[in-house]
């Protein structure tokens, strides 16, 4: 598809080029050519006057029409040669240009279908589920109450499931890119990480994990509830992969005109291997990081990673296995 696309598009660049050059190169030969009809009435009516003796002595006896010819044969010649050097430099640069410009679209293109090829298949993991539990126990004849019940609250968790798939695929969509124009405010660090503590605590009681907030009060710019966010998932994603009974620590530090936040905790750390994929959508290395299963579609830090984009920040990953995980947050400081 891209290929003819590509073909089309140099077609259309190639034919304007021409166009403007043979438009331009018909301009010339008509500015040349009127040189050389005032040159032939300036010389014959030189000639009269010399022959009727108004110009002594006589200079010219007659005018080179032959010469003229030639030269506007000529000027012809070289024009063409001209357009048709134009012309397949026109075609190479043309179809370099068009692959350029078609580039961006066809990796959006790409990672479109791509995105829709994983959630589709995210998505009917949970809906087989749900439809064969429910297949099942309609012709089951034998279906009590206790059995609907139970039933039911199989179903309603695969619901919610596909619930937060849903609501995770929304979120990833609203965060612009990093060439986004969005107007961002001055806020600080320190309020965004309390806020952020005060939402994930319940989760990390659950664990007994103790989350330390040593950050200071840098200001920065940008959006507080996406930065927020940002942060929940960050100790969300601490909070999963951590025994029970360990501290996740905050920190901040400032270098550079940018203001770093740091989220530290102890688990069993990250693979190597698997740092490159870390962002990248629904992927999760379970494996290298726990033993246990982990809820979750491997959305979350495709999101930290798309909020920190559209802060013009970045989020570098520095993880050892049976060490623990630190993630740097490092976004524009705000002056």
Do not use: C
């Not at 397949?88 to 790409?110: C, E, H, N, R, W």
């Amino acid at each position: 598809m891209f290929h003819s696309a590509r073909i089309k598009l140099t077609l259309w660049y190639v034919l304007i080029i021409m166009l403007v050059s043979l438009l331009f190169s018909l301009v010339i030969y008509e500015g040349i050519d009127n040189e050389f009809h005032r040159f032939e009435r300036y010389q014959s009516l030189r000639i009269q006057r010399e022959q009727q003796g108004l110009f002594p002595p006589p200079t010219l006896r007659s005018i080179d029409v032959e010469m003229i010819e030639d030269s506007r044969r000529r000027l012809t010649l070289v024009l063409l040669l001209i357009n048709l050097g134009i012309l397949v430099l026109a075609g190479g640069a043309s179809y370099f240009l068009a692959g350029k410009t078609l580039m961006p679209i066809q990796l959006m293109v790409d990672e479109q279908n791509r995105f829709i090829t994983d959630a589709s298949h995210e998505f009917r993991t949970p809906l087989t589920s749900l439809r064969s539990e429910i297949e099942v126990n309609l012709r089951d004849k034998k279906l009590n109450l206790s059995a609907a019940k139970t039933l039911l609250k199989s179903n309603l968790e695969e619901v919610v499931s596909l619930q937060s798939l849903s609501e995770g695929l929304l979120e990833l969509a609203q965060f612009p890119d990093k060439n986004n124009n969005t107007r961002f405010e001055k806020v600080s660090i320190l309020e965004i990480s309390q806020e952020a503590v005060k939402r994930i605590q319940p989760q990390g009681s659950q664990k007994q994990i103790k989350i330390e907030n040593q950050v200071k009060n840098y200001p920065v710019l940008g959006h507080k509830s996406s930065l927020v966010e940002l942060l929940v998932i960050l100790l969300d994603n601490g909070i999963k992969y951590s025994p029970a009974k360990t501290n996740i620590l905050l920190g901040s530090s400032k270098a550079d005109s940018l203001v770093s936040i740091s989220v530290s905790d102890q688990g069993t750390g990250i693979d190597e291997k698997d740092i490159p994929h870390l962002f990248d959508r629904f992927y999760r290395a379970d494996i290298s990081r726990s033993k246990e299963k982990v809820d979750g579609y491997g959305l979350g830090l495709a999101i930290a990673k798309k909020i920190a984009d559209s802060h013009r920040g970045q989020i570098e990953v520095e993880s050892h296995l049976k060490k623990g995980t630190k993630f740097t947050i490092k976004l524009p400081e705000k002056d």
